[in-house]
């Protein structure tokens, strides 16, 4: 059976003055995996925190597992399992105790908590670490752990508010193998990130955040495809240079973005590009051809990068 | 590396994690104190010592030497203190579960907001926050009467209706600090400064070492506004019957029970509204 965990409709937050959500429309369906990507302060971890059942919303209509969080919020948030964009631990317990104490929150019992306890220090690869304080542990273990903690009450929907960031690339790439296992287990999860590489990698389906709004829907392929060409190459003449190459480069391409620090050629095949752009005399400091990415997408949308 | 392998969704049962929030709070709280379960009981003993040696044989010593051994209100100076001394041990160690762990909670590691992910709600937070430091306030009295007892300072009949009192006092002042504290963003200094300029004049304005009529009227109301010298009161009414009119002992314990509502009426919607960002 399949179901929508997450219906919003109009979606609206504000505080104050600052409208933070600004009228969105999604939905999510079970077993899903869904994205929401946006530079910071495009109303990521706002929305995320709607869906947690814990921030009301101003207006607009939300339902979560079926149920209006404004209305039901302690039963939504007893099948939901959360990773916060800080952590949240308590620093001054041990490892295994912050995974304990944490499932005591949702009712369960010692029982029930001493075989999940090891199976999720297992699953977060923290047996060693069990007796450890959680400030004696890296940044990329507390990540872990945080999730592993977010896991303990067996929620329907994991929600996961950027996972990644802080973190160095073998401590990412653990974390994505982790997340993987639980998508392909039909865990829903709901993940925020400023990281394209993330979303392509884990999100079957995402939406393009910035300013509150929605900027696009659909799946990486289907939003390189309608927003990118196949491929990219990339050229540098340095920084004063860039902008006189310009014209003679739009030229030879779909479409061209010109950065501080280099320019962007989107084309269908970029390395007969490339020779194109040295039989011109054009002759960049450097140059890269690659695969068109979420990133020059949300460049196409915004005219911004994803990462400043 | 081990898969997890569950049914999602089918683990709580979410009546029963609704039911017991704010316990499930207050066993948190419980499992972090009992890591230093041997600073508390050393603490809880060595204060009681410190007061009795000092007021028993100083103090006391002097003060009943001085009434020709008649004491204040007819019994023993150490007796007449005693309600007062146990008050403030109740209420220190509430002030102190009811501080800390707010800060630890909403500023320094935020664990707050990690609760309120499950389905713990804002409320019971703040009143497993309360249950947490009534049980530390609790163990404190017995720990401090166990000692008065042991060394004669009050007669076993004082035991229950000075416990009492103490607590009424500490759930009061608990309250209020409860309210405070919910609103202090970061600044810990002012804990410093309620600790010099709200709990030190408390202790030593609210009739805890001699009659509060003693004082000059103009600094008997430090008196009447603190939750110490009301809670004293009742202590003395009935643990040695000092007397009281009705009226008194009714608003003695109208007093206490009015800060203690006001104050959680007040720190609900902040925790509510502070875990809402």
């Known amino acids: 059976m399949t179901s929508d965990m997450i219906i919003a409709k109009d979606l609206k937050k504000v505080y104050g003055d600052f409208v933070a959500v600004d009228g969105i429309n999604f939905t999510v369906k079970q077993g899903e995996s869904f994205g929401l990507l946006g530079p910071n302060g495009a109303g990521k971890s706002t929305t995320m925190k709607m869906i947690s059942s814990v921030s009301k919303r101003s207006s607009g209509e939300l339902t979560i597992l079926g149920k209006d969080p404004d209305k039901f919020g302690p039963e939504i948030r007893a099948h939901l399992g959360v990773v916060p964009q800080k952590d949240m631990l308590d620093r001054e317990l041990k490892t295994w105790e912050n995974l304990y104490t944490y499932g005591r929150f949702f009712g369960l019992s010692r029982k029930f908590l001493k075989p999940k306890v090891e199976e999720l220090l297992a699953f977060a690869q923290l047996e060693e670490k069990r007796n450890d304080k959680v400030e004696e542990l890296s940044g990329g273990m507390q990540r872990r752990l945080a999730i592993a903690r977010g896991l303990v009450n067996e929620p329907e929907m994991l929600l996961l508010d950027e996972p990644t960031t802080g973190l160095d690339p073998q401590a990412r790439h653990i974390l994505w193998d982790r997340l993987f296992r639980l998508k392909e287990q039909g865990v829903t999860l709901v993940i925020t990130t400023h990281y394209m590489d993330e979303a392509e990698q884990l999100c079957d389906r995402l939406i393009v955040m910035d300013k509150g709004k929605i900027m696009a829907e659909g799946s990486p392929a289907e939003l390189i495809k309608k927003y990118s060409s196949k491929e990219v190459v990339e050229v540098r003449f340095g920084t004063d240079k860039n902008a006189q190459f310009a014209d003679q480069l739009k030229k030879l391409a779909d479409r061209i973005e010109v950065l501080p620090d280099r320019i962007l050629v989107y084309t269908s095949h970029g390395e007969q590009t490339l020779e194109k752009i040295s039989a011109q005399g054009m002759n960049p400091v450097t140059s890269l051809v690659r695969r068109s990415s979420l990133e020059d997408v949300f460049l196409r949308l915004t005219g911004r990068t994803l990462v400043d | ?277």
Request: glycine share 8%.
């Open chain 2, 1 to 277: 590396m081990t898969d997890l392998k569950f049914k999602p969704g089918k683990a709580v049962d979410s009546v029963r994690a609704m039911r017991r929030g704010a316990w499930a709070v207050a066993e948190y709280r419980l499992f972090s104190m009992s890591k230093w379960m041997g600073s508390m009981i050393s603490f809880g003993l060595g204060n009681p010592i410190i007061y009795l040696v000092s007021i028993g044989l100083g103090i006391g010593a002097l003060v009943d030497a001085n009434t020709g051994g008649q004491g204040i209100d007819g019994v023993s100076y150490i007796e007449f203190v005693a309600p007062a001394l146990l008050a403030t041990a109740a209420i220190n160690a509430l002030q102190d579960e009811v501080t800390f762990p707010t800060m630890q909670g909403f500023v320094w590691d935020k664990m707050f907001f990690a609760m309120n992910n499950t389905p713990i709600t804002a409320r019971q937070i703040a009143n497993g926050i309360m249950t947490t430091a009534t049980i530390r306030g609790i163990f404190t009295v017995i720990l401090y009467e166990a000692v008065l007892l042991v060394f004669g300072a009050i007669p076993l009949s004082s035991a229950l209706p000075l416990f009492l009192t103490s607590i009424f006092a500490a759930l009061a002042f608990g309250a209020a600090m409860l309210a405070v504290t919910v609103r202090i963003e970061n600044d810990t200094t002012l804990f410093a400064i309620i600790g010099r300029f709200v709990i030190a004049p408390m202790f030593l304005f609210s009739g805890t070492f001699y009659p509060l009529d003693q004082m000059p009227i103009y600094l008997q109301w430090i008196g009447w506004i603190s939750p110490m010298w009301h809670s004293t009161q009742l202590g003395r009414f009935l643990s040695y019957g000092m007397p009281l009119e009705l009226w008194q002992l009714a608003m003695h314990a109208i007093f206490l029970a009015t800060v203690f509502v006001i104050g959680m009426l007040f720190a609900y919607p902040k925790f509510e509204s502070r875990l809402q960002k």
